[in-house]
């Protein structure tokens, strides 16, 4: 009866199957069935994996010794920058997820799957978790490249752990907008296209300087970016100077910097998920 349950369930129909624990265990079987095959990915691909994480790393070193950051906040610049940067790589290697996503999308990997017995979400599950494990790496080596050229936090660890999880949240909500589009565009060849979204969040934000040093009104915008927020809250968490300007959004950063990823959330996993369900239809 078990086997009979798990076979209709797994047609894709979105018919409601099982009791509510058995299905559950199958939602997590399936799902991590899912993330060992990403992981699986990496083992064969090593040297885009390794690019990955030194691209953030080229960028800090090249903004903290060639091009300069931070140099118009009180404080060491490099507590400015290396927060900032810890951000900025959240919305890095989207591309890579939207990549995978299109590239089963034509090559009928994703119609296979829906037609086996397995939860249909398991794919995305398995596809987001393996791009946060990705995510937690990067964090690891940057903040290592940031503590190696001066970078400290003052705050003590449970703070520092807030700070990660407002990191994460971020790039868990950008993720799930990436997975999105991955799908709209539908073919490997659009996705640069998308991308190219991803760098005015990212450099439209203050990342490299305090919005106080821009014109009036780039500086509203830039604060008002959910990276800004971001990079923000995660510098007053680390203890590390902020660039505060006095302005609204930057008094309530770490309330934005809650509220702009469940917001982006809100608007894109639903949208990913119907979109996940409409395929193949």
Known sequence: MTTTTRTEHGTGTGTEHGTGPSRLTWALTDSWTMTRRELAHWARQPVAVVVGLAFPVMLLLMFTYLVGGGRDVAGDPTEYLVPGMLALTMAFGLESTMLAVTQDLGKGVIDRFRSLPMVPGAVLVGRSAADMLQSVAALAVMAGVGYAVGWRWHNGVA???????????????????????????????????????????????????????????????????????????????????????????????????????????????????????????
């Open 159 to 281: 703070a520092a752990l807030g700070a990660v999880g407002l990191l994460l949240l971020l790039r868990f909500a950008m993720l799930w907008a990436g997975i999105h589009l991955a799908m709209v565009a539908g073919r490997p060849e659009l996705v640069q296209a998308v991308q190219i979204l991803v760098w005015p969040v990212g450099f439209l934000s203050n990342v490299f300087a305090s919005p106080a040093s821009m014109p009036g009104w780039l500086g509203t915008v830039v604060e008002w970016n959910p990276m800004s927020a971001t990079a923000t809250a995660v510098r007053e968490l680390f203890g590390n100077p902020g660039g505060a300007t006095g302005s609204w959004a930057a008094e309530h950063a770490q309330l934005l910097a809650v509220l702009w990823p469940v917001v982006i959330m809100a608007v894109f996993f639903p949208l990913a998920v119907g979109k996940f369900a409409r395929l193949s239809r």
